[in-house]
């Protein structure tokens, strides 16, 4: 088995797939996602679960990247196949809430370090050289209008946040209080040990300097990571739409 590119897709498929997982990284790390994610998500794979993760490079009108990650999942979707689960990562998780199903054609979501903060405190230059130059901008939608899409459309129950404890940029938080105070919610926030690069930064590690400086308990916490994703995804507790 190895990695496949499908246009926007980087794509994993197990003989006889158990479901499948749709991820979406955050920030520059997503533009090579079976390389920076390659840990994680080949762990998932190898419990028998196909991977379709999206390549892109993040830019300000969030609304039309999560527009374009849903269009290339859709095609791509086998549509005999039970609805998939959502995995995103930092901004990943945010494309994934303003998909334009509003989470209709998912099983669920499991969202890691969910981050939804503004331009200037993600790009420190456009703070530092904005008003110099006569320029401002945000993203679309802007912090607090993604959250009000999220509590008026977002309707998907299931939904699992997870935030690492060393994790300084994280908000899950705040989307569970948004989440939570929809009708019919079964969302839920687990910690675990970590920081906001835990779901990548082994796969990078290994790529960029060889075999020898994977840290195999590095792999052990990503290893469990993936195993608690899938069991509270395939747990008989979950809302079922």
């Not at 920076?36 to 794979?45: F, I, N, P, T, V």
């Not at 981050?115 to 110099?132: I, K, M, T, W, Y």
């Given at each position: 088995m190895s990695w496949r590119q499908r246009g926007s897709l980087w794509c994993w498929?197990?003989?006889?797939?158990?479901?499948?997982?749709?991820?979406?990284?955050g920030s520059y790390l997503a533009a090579t996602p079976q390389?920076?994610?390659?840990?994680?998500?080949?762990?998932?794979?190898r419990q028998g679960f196909a991977i379709?993760?999206?390549?892109?490079?993040?830019?300000?009108?969030?609304?039309?990247?999560?527009?374009?990650?849903?269009?290339?999942?859709?095609?791509?979707?086998?549509?005999?196949?039970?609805?998939?689960?959502r995995l995103g990562h930092s901004l990943g998780c945010k494309l994934h809430l303003l998909a334009p199903d509003n989470g209709r054609g998912c099983s669920a979501l499991a969202a890691m370090s969910f981050?939804?903060?503004?331009?200037?405190?993600?790009?420190?230059?456009?703070?530092?050289?904005?008003?110099?130059l006569g320029v401002t901008s945000e993203f679309s939608p802007s912090?607090?209008?993604?959250?009000?899409?999220?509590?008026?459309?977002y309707s998907q129950a299931n939904n699992l946040l997870v935030r690492f404890r060393s994790d300084q940029l994280d908000q899950s938080a705040r989307l569970l209080q948004v989440l939570q105070n929809r009708s019919r919610d079964s969302s839920q926030l687990i910690e675990r040990a970590g920081d906001h690069l835990t779901p990548a930064s082994a796969g990078l590690r290994q790529n960029l300097l060889g075999g020898w400086a994977d840290d195999p308990a590095r792999q052990r916490e990503l290893d469990q990571l993936a195993d608690q994703l899938l069991q509270w995804w395939k747990s008989p507790n979950q809302t079922r739409n």
């Open positions: 498929t197990p003989p006889q797939p158990k479901g499948l997982v749709e991820f979406i990284g390389i920076s994610y390659r840990r994680l998500l080949e762990a998932l794979a379709h993760a999206w390549s892109y490079v993040p830019g300000f009108d969030h609304q039309a990247q999560a527009n374009q990650a849903w269009k290339a999942f859709r095609q791509r979707r086998d549509p005999e196949q039970p609805a998939p689960l981050n939804n903060f503004s331009a200037e405190r993600s790009v420190p230059l456009l703070a530092e050289l904005g008003p110099a912090p607090e209008e993604t959250l009000r899409l999220i509590a008026r459309n």
